[in-house]
């Protein structure tokens, strides 16, 4: 298989994985806004949850530009 073609499935993969991702932190995220709504503590499972998946995001939002570049510059 070409670079080229190899990038491009693999930009492919990392932009389903961050939707992914998306979709999971939204669940945290919606228990969280819930709990703030109803003037009460947030579970601290849900921060946690919300934390890591914003993390994982943002390492894959960094491979999926890095991957972007290298696509640019071939």
Do not use: C, H
Request: aromatic share 6%.
């Amino acid at each position: 298989m070409s670079k080229k073609g190899e990038l491009k499935r693999k930009i492919a993969e990392s932009e389903e994985e961050i939707v992914l991702l998306e979709q999971k932190r939204g669940r945290s995220q919606s228990a969280l806004l819930e709990a703030i709504i109803s003037n009460r503590q947030p579970d601290p499972t849900d921060v946690e949850y919300f934390k890591t998946f914003s993390q994982l995001i943002d390492l894959e939002r960094a491979n999926w530009r890095k991957l972007k570049s290298e696509l640019d510059n071939l």
